[in-house]
């Protein structure tokens, strides 16, 4: 039997399989290399979302921390409140002494004049020496005193 130029020899079934068989040994090697290099990005992944749900926690420890400081230095400004609402003697609060003639009283409070301002210069100077210097402040300190005389004391 002679065959013609035009026609072509059926490939056995064997070896037609046997190609099949290469393909898919050649695809299965190809996507476990692309399944290696997925997990190894993927690990990376891993360590990031820990490294995130790390520092998620260490945020949250702070702020914890923070708010808790802030509620102890509240309590502590409203201890200073207090005890300075329950002083019997302001510091700029000193009782003046007048004779009846006013000769005798200008000379005693010309007396006190210095010293007064003095006094109270360090007492503002204090109050303000950890209050920021461009932000404005106002402060507003009243007394009631034994003959029912008020006093005020504004600072800005």
Same mark, same amino acid.
């Given at each position: ?62 702020? %914890? ?8 230095? +509240?309590? +502590? ?8 609402? %329950? ?5 700029? %609060? %000193? ?62």
């Amino acid at each position: 039997m002679l065959q013609d130029a035009g026609t072509k020899k059926r490939k056995a079934t064997y070896l037609r399989r046997k190609e099949e068989h290469d393909a898919l040994q050649d695809q299965i090697q190809e996507i476990e290399r692309q399944l290696t290099e997925l997990r190894a990005k993927n690990d990376g992944g891993v360590t990031q979302l820990q490294e995130l749900i790390a520092a998620v926690g260490l945020n949250t420890t702070m702020k %914890n921390a923070v708010e808790q400081q802030q509620l102890k230095v +509240a309590m +502590a400004q409203s201890s200073v409140s207090q005890w300075l609402q %329950n002083q019997s003697v302001h510091p700029m %609060n %000193n009782f003046i002494h007048l004779g009846r003639e006013w000769t005798e009283r200008r000379e005693t409070l010309l007396s006190m004049k210095d010293e007064r301002l003095a006094r109270g210069f360090r007492y503002v100077t204090a109050w303000c020496q950890h209050l920021a210097a461009l932000k404005p402040h106002l402060s507003e300190e009243r007394l009631k005193m034994q003959m029912g005389i008020s006093a005020v004391f504004i600072t800005r």
